[in-house]
């Protein structure tokens, strides 16, 4: 890409410098809040529209209770960057909405603007950030970069909601199982479909039901069948071709409804397996022994449409059985309802009888997905209760991130025409920190970070092995000497604008979710526990800390008690 | 649009037939579970594939705690049906993500898929529904409707979920209020955003902030200017053009900065108003100032940023009596922040004293707006608290349904080639009702409905004044005798398919509104109420009851206790 940037003059244009638009057609520059446009135009009158102003996006908690927050939206955020431009009917529209005394040159400027004097710093996609210190600090004309809030705000928050969201079910899980997204008919609208798919993978997740997602993201697919698959099956009868090739190409079996019939007689024939069910459902045979004609590899059966250990498990394992014959191994079943630890180590006793009754080798191993509401807690509580899953397919809760439906983040202007600016509130924590600042993560000697300071833009930054001395922002009682190990700094240039600096690519999908799986290991555990986990700190420099204070101080209203 | 249909033969035959295609363009058939796929390629395998299903959509719970729901999405599914048809490059990524051994006719036979052969009955959008009752009930060859099952799904899972969480928003705040959705910047992504807009304008909502929903909907947009506005000015001197013309054209006040101030003056010089504030911020009051230069007829100012009372209102106050002057009046404020209740109280008072006290009439009445994290409970307790706001911006848990963030909205097959099919399950609720069913809403004397009746779609329709046994689905000891003074068939056929029925229209976003209001007004008030409110009864006739059960048995596996 940047490549591309040499070549073609400036990159962002508005044309894109060769980067594709947003995924969502619908990230539009009118994708914002009306008042963006009444304070761009109320800039633009005032003359004030090109003093350079500097915005700090940034959260004050983090989310579900916890005490971490995974970074992302940010190559959504760039491609609308890169492609924002007015239309001439976008222009025509927001001539409509605002006041006809408006003036016509407002509307000439709006057909000029474009974001090639604009400037992105941001932390990297998918890492593990915390509140207060700038995710992205976005530099430039005022009137521009107040356009650009909100629906950079917009593609932040919610990317940033699910992917913490993923991890958390991830860390819950553990690294062993497969995580499947099977969110998308819950989500709210079709791109918080497309985009939890993204982000839940992002954070950790294997595999996505989401079709599209799976398209326009390269993340892998899984899934299935469903209840009403099962229950569109009469009986055995209605299949019509019954023939199977064996795997290994050499025969074909003229009648593979028999073969399974044959091994649900003798399953239930079985003296280990005796009296565990009776007869199981037809239709539930049927279906299973159809989806296995259709798909002999990829045979994966939901077993809980009639009842799962008297009717489910054992017409699969006669369905898996039969295929076992013609050399195909079956991968294995879904439980959707009940007590699913339960049912977990029933049909896994179940496979293991069948493997030793019947010397089927790895026939114990069978795969067992679990679905249905599944949550941080309920994986919790099935690690408590033992179970013998391999796979949860995971929707509802994960993708409209149900414990906690929305992140905060905010977009607060730290600095116009080099002169800082603090937001003041009643409310400590919705005080903003004033200037343009650098941020960095400190490491200790295991190599996890120690906590994040942020500084002025001009101050020298903190060095490996030289002590500093780490403040909170608001609280003066609280400070901390650090010897850090390793220094990060936590910003880079996303988007350069007309500064000079190097861009920073922007990684496919894949490595931003290792990257995101690499970080949360470099956190210290107790920071990640669900239970009571210990807050990460961030600070200010000395410095910092005395002008934000020298600065309230200056700008507060002072009481008159009477 | 009927006019279309009967010259261009059969609507929605792939290319729409002149309906347009849902409002995100990213709604496409892929926008599906891949076990959509895997089942139609294993239902097109067993030849099944064109048995005609009938499933219905519904969901089990009302949400937010409440005993209603309004029923959203319908136009958008209808949009999507219309236009449902693979590109090539949608089936080559089928055929990618398929196994290898799946057979090339599959691919022709979804080359041929559209929704000519489907049919669609809905009830219609904006109407108030309740747990069980089909919203919609979807017919066709059953590999088709599966594909459309996750789409629909997500099309009208959050749609009903927000459009039911404005009304009861509305409901809270009361119809004299004007409600404002706010929520674009923390929705769950970019199309949470333009959906949430939409559908809370439809549950009652007055106006949005988001432009791109203005302009795809319609819907009326508000907004004025944020924090950063106020602390991007830095004093009056950076007024440049100072000038206004009055209102009615007939002069220019060259100097609008000194009215402003001396109009500072004498409020603080007030004998009424006088000690309630000392020095006022002039940051605040050049922003003030400087954004009724360039919105004279819509000034409303955010007063917020330094200290309501002490800053914030006086300024406010300066600059609307100037604009008084020039024959202008100001629109009002916006509190974001603090005690709203108290702040609108005290901010009224002051409006008041200035009305009284420099003889403007009407002063006393300048409109008071309320944001920050709004919610029912705050909206509540503001109530009970009592208060002075006109009007309230609404954001975050309004367009998250942060209090419940998404409705289970279920798709069961309930019919295959004429079969009734049920889905069982060890809990009750989950229990599907099986049949293809009519639904009937029965209203009593004083124009309340008093409940739902699903009957078998062979039965004759419930008479209004015949008495008629009603039973509840499940509950055998559940059953009212009912003599109705109304009957509403609920289920419209939104499209028709090869029926010949005729196709119901799908009116304008404004009417679908209008009719959702009315709507829940006739809803007894008990069903309504937020505290305890009484569940409305959903029932089934006595024939169908008895089939159920009849089925039920028939399906459900019997025990062997040991």
Redesign the interface.
């Known amino acids: 890409m940047r490549e591309m940037t040499e070549s073609n003059g400036p990159v962002g244009v508005g044309e894109g410098g060769g980067m594709p638009g947003?995924?969502?057609?619908?990230?539009?520059p009118?994708?914002?809040?009306?008042?963006?446009?009444?304070?761009a135009?109320?800039?633009w009158?005032?003359?004030?529209h090109s003093?350079r102003?500097v915005?700090d996006l940034y959260f004050r908690r983090n989310p579900f209770g916890g005490e971490y927050t995974v970074f992302a939206g940010l190559e959504e955020c760039i491609r609308f960057i890169a492609n924002f431009k007015f239309g001439e009917d976008?222009i025509s529209?927001?001539r409509q909405?605002l006041?006809p005394?408006?003036e016509d040159g407002f509307y000439d400027y709006l057909r000029g603007v474009d974001c090639s004097d604009v400037e992105i710093y941001a932390i990297p996609e998918g890492t593990v950030v915390f509140p207060r210190v700038p995710l992205m600090r976005v530099e430039g004309p005022?009137a521009i970069v107040?356009l650009l809030?909100?629906?950079i705000?917009?593609?932040v928050?919610?990317?940033s909601l699910?992917t913490t969201n993923a991890s958390r079910h991830r860390s819950v899980a553990g690294k062993s199982k497969l995580l499947l997204e099977?969110g998308?008919?819950?989500?709210?609208?079709?791109?918080?479909?497309?985009?939890a798919s993204k982000y839940c993978y992002m954070g950790g997740f294997d595999a996505t039901?989401?079709?599209?997602a799976?398209?326009v993201f390269g993340i892998p697919?899984?899934?299935?069948?469903?209840?009403?698959?099962v229950?569109?099956y009469?009986s055995v009868d209605?299949?019509?071709?019954k023939s199977l090739r064996s795997s290994d190409g050499s025969s074909t079996c003229d009648d593979f409804v028999s073969i399974v019939q044959e091994w649900l007689s003798r399953i239930q024939g079985s003296n280990s397996l005796h009296?565990a069910?009776?007869?199981?459902?037809q239709s539930e045979l049927a279906a299973f022994t159809?989806?296995a004609?259709?798909?002999?590899?990829?045979f994966l059966a939901l077993v809980d449409?009639?009842?799962v250990m008297?009717?489910g498990v054992p017409n699969f394992c006669a369905v898996a059985l039969a295929l076992n014959d013609l050399g195909y191994k079956a991968i294995g079943i879904r439980l959707d309802?009940?007590d699913l630890a339960y049912l977990s180590c029933e049909s896994r006793k179940f496979f293991k009888c069948i493997e030793e009754e019947f010397g089927i080798p790895g026939f114990g191993k069978t795969n067992i997905t679990a679905s249905n509401n599944l949550n941080e807690e309920t994986l919790d509580a099935l690690n408590k209760q033992g179970h013998e899953l391999d796979a949860f397919g995971i929707g509802?809760?994960l993708v409209?991130?149900?414990a906690?439906?929305?992140?905060?983040?905010v977009?607060?202007?730290v600095e116009?025409n080099n002169?800082p600016?603090?937001?003041?509130?009643?409310?400590v924590s919705?005080v903003s920190i004033p200037c343009k600042k650098r941020c960095y993560r400190l490491y200790g000697k295991e190599g996890f970070a120690l906590l994040d300071i942020m500084t002025g833009e001009n101050e020298s930054p903190p060095k490996v092995g030289e002590r500093i001395l780490c403040r909170h922002p608001f609280n003066e009682s609280k400070r901390a000497y650090v010897v850090p190990q390793r220094v990060d700094d936590l910003l880079k240039c996303y988007w350069p604008g007309k500064s000079g600096k190097e861009r920073e690519e922007l990684p496919p999908l894949k490595e931003v979710r290792t990257r995101c799986i690499k970080q949360l290991e470099q956190v210290r555990p107790d920071h990640m526990r669900r239970l009571n986990p210990t807050p990460y700190k961030v600070s200010v420099s000395m410095e910092l800390y005395n002008f934000i204070h020298f600065l309230w101080l200056n700008?507060?209203?002072?009481?008159?008690l009477?």
């Open positions: 947003p995924t969502n057609p619908m990230v539009t009118l994708l914002t809040d009306l008042y963006q446009f009444t304070m135009y109320a800039y009158k005032a003359g004030k003093e102003a915005f976008e529209f927001v909405i006041p005394s408006c005022i107040q809030e909100t629906p705000l917009n593609l928050n919610y990317a699910v099977f998308l008919r819950r989500a709210q609208g079709p791109d918080g479909g497309i985009g039901s989401n079709v599209a799976g398209k697919l899984r899934g299935t069948h469903s209840h009403a698959y229950s569109s009469m209605e299949i019509l071709d009296g069910f009776g007869e199981t459902n159809s989806y004609l259709a798909f002999p590899t990829n449409t009639y009842d008297r009717s309802s009940g509802t809760y409209t991130c149900y906690q439906a929305a992140l905060g983040c977009f607060k202007l116009i002169q600016r603090i937001k003041l509130s009643e409310d919705k700008e507060a209203p002072v009481g008159e009477q």
